[in-house]
Antibody, heavy 121, light 109 residues
Framework: QITLNESGPTLVKPTQTLTLTCTFS??????????VGWIRQPPGKALEWLAL???????RYSPSLKSRLTITKDTPKNQVVLTMTDMDPVDTATYYC?????????????WGQGTLVTVSS | QTVVTQEPSLSVSPGGTVTLTCGLD?????????PNWYQQTPGQSPRTLIY???VRSSGVPDRFSGSILGNKAALTITGAQADDESDYYC?????????FGGGTRLTVL
C-alpha cells in the first residue's frame, strides 16, 4: 500500500525559505520508472505542478519557478524534500506530494493529503 | 509560459453525457502530451481518472473515457451521476515536465 505524507511549517514569513518533506511508504525511489512530484493549490484555485525527482535523480522543475525550487531525495529514508526560496503571500497554498508511476506516459497515482502553507508576516 | 485551457464550468443532467476539453493556448494537444485527467472533490486530494490520453486508472468506472477531439484532449462522462459533481483537471506533459489546466467545475443538476 502506497502512502505519502507531507510535513513542514504551516506559517512562513515573506522572503523566508520553505522546506517541505514528503515521507512515503509502499515503494522505493530506487525502482526504475518511479518518481515523486510536488504540486500545489492556492485556496480556491487550480493545481500547479512544481517539481519532480525520478529514481535515477533526474530532476524536473516548473520553468516559472525553477530559480526558486530545489528537489532532493533521501532514498534510504524514503523521503523527498522540496525547498522554495523567497516566499511571498501568493505562495500560500496546499502543497501535495505525489507518487509518479512511469515517466511521460504515466500518472500521479497516489497523493498525500496535502499540507497548507500560509505566507504572512 | 505554457497555458493549458479548460472550460471554467459545465453542467450536465443526471444520466446525461458531457465532454470536458483540454487545450493549449498555442498549438494542438496530441497523444505525445500524454493527457491525464484528475477528479477533485472539496477538501480531498486529486484522484486519477485517465492517463496517457485514454487509459482508465485502476477502479475508475467505464463511464469515464479519454480521447483527442480535434486539437484538444477530451474527457467524456457518459451517464453522469450525482457524485460526479467535482472539479476536473487535465495535465499535459511537456519537455520540461507537466502543466495543469485551470480546471472545470462540473455541476450535475
Amino acid at each position: 500500500q502506497i502512502t505519502l505524507n507531507e510535513s513542514g511549517p504551516t506559517l512562513v514569513k515573506p522572503t523566508q525559505t520553505l522546506t517541505l518533506t514528503c515521507t512515503f511508504s509502499g515503494f522505493s525511489l530506487s525502482s526504475s520508472g518511479v518518481g515523486v512530484g510536488w504540486i500545489r493549490q492556492p485556496p480556491g484555485k487550480a493545481l500547479e505542478w512544481l517539481a519532480l525527482i525520478y529514481w535515477d535523480n533526474d530532476k524536473r522543475y516548473s520553468p516559472s519557478l525553477k530559480s526558486r525550487l530545489t528537489i532532493t531525495k533521501d532514498t534510504p529514508k524514503n523521503q523527498v524534500v522540496l525547498t522554495m526560496t523567497d516566499m511571498d503571500p501568493v505562495d500560500t497554498a496546499t502543497y501535495y506530494c505525489a507518487h509518479r508511476k512511469g515517466t511521460a506516459m504515466g500518472q500521479f497515482d497516489f497523493w498525500g493529503q496535502g499540507t497548507l502553507v500560509t505566507v504572512s508576516s | 509560459q505554457t497555458v493549458v485551457t479548460q472550460e471554467p464550468s459545465l453542467s450536465v443532467s443526471p444520466g446525461g453525457t458531457v465532454t470536458l476539453t483540454c487545450g493549449l493556448d498555442s498549438g494542438s494537444v496530441s497523444t505525445s502530451h500524454h493527457p491525464n485527467w484528475y477528479q477533485q472533490t472539496p477538501g480531498q486530494s486529486p484522484r486519477t481518472l485517465i492517463y496517457s490520453t485514454h487509459v482508465r486508472s485502476s477502479g475508475v468506472p467505464d463511464r469515464f473515457s479519454g480521447s483527442i477531439l480535434g486539437n484538444k484532449a477530451a474527457l467524456t462522462i457518459t451517464g453522469a451521476q450525482a457524485d460526479d459533481e467535482s472539479d476536473y483537471y487535465c495535465v499535459l506533459y511537456m519537455n520540461f515536465g507537466w502543466v495543469f489546466g485551470g480546471g472545470t467545475r462540473l455541476t450535475v443538476l
